[in-house]
């Protein structure tokens, strides 16, 4: 994971670098701010929590009123699992690579971003101590359901707005797979989940500052 993760990044700069050198008007910006991940799922009840992301992306003029904007970023998504006991938090780590079609409202200040995201994270981590709790409602631990899908693709709609060197980027993205695939492939964990297939839909709400070098 840890070796992808270095030679995607490492991809994402080169072709950042030599799309600058074209001196056609992209921009390269790097970006922080906050998430709020939530898992939809008829298998057990969940809340959705506050995590990190930050990256760098590259924007360039494609045509008229429209630009093209290729970025990658790094998160830790949150949310929580209910269980008899108490609620259980899980962190998400992982990686985005997106290319997105950008609309100019307002020429160079405001614009309308969509398209697709390509997420590679790691299985749900979660404490220690946690892990033999049971998830209410089943007979599954809280670690039964971190085997989740490593591959996922999501539909990202936002918007940027702000002056020439700061802005500000807010996002919606929406999971158009099952993130919890991956556990049916586990009989036994299908029946301690009711003899219910698992199924889920993860949703990301984000807020950024966005600066350009």
Do not use: C
């Not at 093209?68 to 998400?92: A, N, R």
């Not at 790691?122 to 892990?131: F, P, R, T, W, Y």
């Amino acid at each position: 994971m840890k070796k992808l993760l270095v030679t995607l990044l490492i991809l994402s700069f080169a072709n950042s670098y030599s799309q600058y050198g074209k001196r056609d008007g992209n921009r390269i910006a790097i970006s922080g701010g906050i998430i709020r991940t939530g898992l939809t799922t008829p298998n057990f009840n969940t809340k959705p929590g506050i995590g990190w992301i930050g990256g760098f992306s590259v924007r360039g003029n494609y045509y008229n009123d429209w630009s093209m904007i290729f970025g990658m970023q790094f998160m830790e998504s949150k949310f929580s699992v209910e269980t008899l006991t108490k609620d259980v938090d899980y962190k998400l780590p992982a990686v985005q690579i997106r290319l997105l079609l950008s609309a100019d409202l307002i020429k160079k200040y405001l614009s309308i971003d969509f398209g697709p995201v390509l997420q590679i994270n790691d299985k749900l981590k979660l404490n220690s101590n946690d892990e033999d709790l049971i998830i209410s409602g089943t007979l599954l631990t809280a670690n039964d359901i971190i085997d989740v899908s490593k591959i996922n693709g999501n539909l990202y709609i936002g918007f940027t707005v702000g002056g020439s060197r700061l802005k500000f980027v807010g996002f919606y993205q929406y999971g158009l797979n099952n993130f919890m695939n991956k556990l049916n492939n586990d009989d036994l964990r299908v029946i301690r989940n009711n003899n219910h297939k698992f199924k889920g839909n993860l949703g990301i709400l984000s807020g950024q500052l966005l600066f350009n070098l």
